[in-house]
Structures are given as structure tokens and as C-alpha cells.
């Protein structure tokens, strides 16, 4: 049996193998033993996202971010990924406010919200 971060592992890696089913089984299976568990939601909201089911993955990350409590929501991966989910939804306020709480949390990650407000400028 394998352990929790063997199995986020092995979805992950399936996921990035375009095995979406295998992965979604494996990410319902840690979710079904903890639910609520903020990298498994997380990942499993972008696997939505990328399958095109963008509202649910969406959702999923920001499920993820809300249950993160030990970091208080303290992952700039998944502020930066939830932008990305928003924007693509045309959320564009909702977006360019999780793009700055990435860059509040890693400042590097200052250059996305510059960029993000570059393509907004040029599509307005």
C-alpha cells in the first residue's frame, strides 16, 4: 500500500502522462480517505481544469487554498494556479487579487501580476 505522498506522486505522474482517468481515480481515492486534503484537491483541480471542467477545478483550488489551515492558505503555487483557473474564466478581479497574494507570499512571482496586467491593458 502505498503512502499518502506516494499516491499523490503516482497520480501526479499519471496526470502528466495524460493518463486523466487513472489520475482522477487515484486523486478520488485520497480524497475519499481525507477529504478536504489541500494538495490533493489542488492537483485534482487542475487535472479538471486541464480535462476542460474549468468551473470545477476551479472550485477544487480554491477549496484547496481555503483548507490549506496549517499554512493559512500559504501556497503560492496554489494562488498562482487559481489565477490562472480565474482568468480563463474571465474572473479577471477575482484573478489579478490570487495573483497578488502569490507574489505577497514569493515575491519572484511579482513578474506574473506584471504580466497579467499586461495582457489585460492590451486586451482592453
Known amino acids: ?10 497520480a501526479f505522474d499519471l496526470q502528466r502522462e495524460g493518463r486523466f482517468a487513472e489520475a482522477d481515480s487515484v486523486y478520488g481515492q485520497i480524497l475519499d480517505a481525507l477529504p478536504g486534503h489541500p494538495p490533493a484537491l489542488h492537483l485534482r483541480g ?3 481544469a486541464q480535462c476542460g471542467r ?5 472550485a477544487l ?4 487554498i481555503a483548507g490549506d489551515g496549517l ?3 500559504a501556497q503560492p503555487d496554489m494562488h498562482a494556479n ?3 483557473l480565474l482568468e480563463a474564466l474571465g474572473r479577471f478581479g477575482a484573478a489579478a487579487e490570487a495573483l497578488a497574494r502569490a507574489a505577497a507570499l514569493d515575491p519572484e512571482r511579482v513578474a506574473l501580476l506584471n504580466n497579467f496586467a ?6 482592453a
Not at 54 to 58: F, T
Not at 61 to 64: D, K, L, R
Not at 118 to 123: D, I, K, P, S, T
Open 46 to 48: 487542475l487535472l479538471l
Open 118 to 123: 499586461v495582457r489585460r491593458l492590451a486586451a
Open 1 to 10: 500500500m502505498a503512502t499518502l505522498q506516494e499516491a499523490l506522486l503516482i
Open 54 to 58: 474549468l468551473e470545477e477545478g476551479c
Open 82 to 84: 487559481h489565477a490562472s
Open 71 to 73: 499554512q493559512g492558505g
Open 61 to 64: 483550488v480554491g477549496q484547496a
